[in-house]
């Protein structure tokens, strides 16, 4: 039994769908049941914050999915590893971040770091997940999209590698599965940069009309942001859009090689979301 955490995010969802249809036996874990699940996966209600409930969750399971909602920095990565240990648990998948690599001593991701290193010092097999910026960021432009057919982004010409989260999903499946992952941290990005007027671009070619893309300064774009998420995130968040590291534009090969495929342009993310943006 697959034991899936985050089960209706933008990864967590598209691993249920990937693990179920695979055949295999799956619980997907969140703090509020899903209004649909795939045929077979049973739910359960928990949360990370709480681990003294996790056991009862993880009873069972050889291998179990980690995802750390927003910075994690409430949770307890000691104690919520601690209930995988107790419940024999054979196998953890984190999902980390890319930046743990890329800017090590960012205070926003302190906690990741804790849960790398509660994973790898756990005693059980484990298989990092450091992923770049999502291509399912563009959500939030959706409403400006659908009612303006505007885009309203900073950095309109800095391009970085988003991945698609379904991507990210099936890395995830096959370090749950399979016997070849133990101890390696993989880096997930999309198959080429694209910069933020060329992701409007492309859900224009999506939902079949014209998108303007309207240019924000970063003082713009963080009052926007920091009224849904932390400050010491968007600052984060804001320095690497703007100002990438070298490894934060390269391509990684990770995506190819766990999966034997590229992996998913911008483009195709776009097409197969143009629902929330017509």
Do not use: C
Not at 107 to 128: M, N, Q
Not at 146 to 161: I, L, Q
């Amino acid at each position: 039994m697959i034991v899936v955490t985050g089960a209706t995010g933008n990864v967590g969802r598209a691993l249920v769908e990937a693990l179920a249809a695979a055949g295999e036996d799956v619980t997907a874990v969140s703090r509020r049941a899903p209004e649909v699940l795939p045929a077979g996966v049973r739910h359960r209600v928990a949360d990370l914050g709480r681990p003294e409930g996790l056991k009862a969750v993880f009873d069972g399971a050889d291998a179990v999915y980690l995802m750390v909602a927003g910075v994690g920095e409430e949770l307890r990565p000691g104690a919520i590893v601690d209930a995988a240990v107790a419940a024999g648990v054979r196998r953890l998948v984190l999902q980390s971040s890319q930046l743990l690599g890329t800017r090590p001593e960012s205070v926003s991701h302190r906690p990741l770091r804790e849960f790398e290193a509660a994973v790898r010092g756990s005693g059980l097999e484990w298989t990092v997940l450091r992923p770049s910026g999502f291509a399912s960021n563009a959500f939030l432009w959706a409403e400006s999209v659908r009612t303006a057919r505007s885009v309203a982004a900073p950095f309109a010409d800095v391009a970085m590698p988003v991945v698609d989260p379904a991507d990210i999903a099936d890395v995830a499946a096959a370090a749950l599965r399979e016997d070849l992952h133990h101890g390696r941290t993989y880096v997930l990005t999309g198959p080429a940069a694209v910069t933020p007027r060329e992701q409007a671009e492309a859900l224009a070619g999506a939902v079949g009309a014209p998108v303007r893309f309207v240019a924000r300064s970063r003082a713009e774009a963080r009052a926007e942001l920091v009224r849904f998420l932390p400050e010491v995130a968007v600052d984060g968040m804001l320095d690497v859009m703007g100002e990438p590291l070298a490894d934060e534009l390269r391509v990684s090969p990770d995506v190819e090689r766990v999966l034997g495929r590229p992996g998913r342009p911008f483009s195709a993310w776009a097409e197969r979301n143009a629902f929330a943006f017509a």
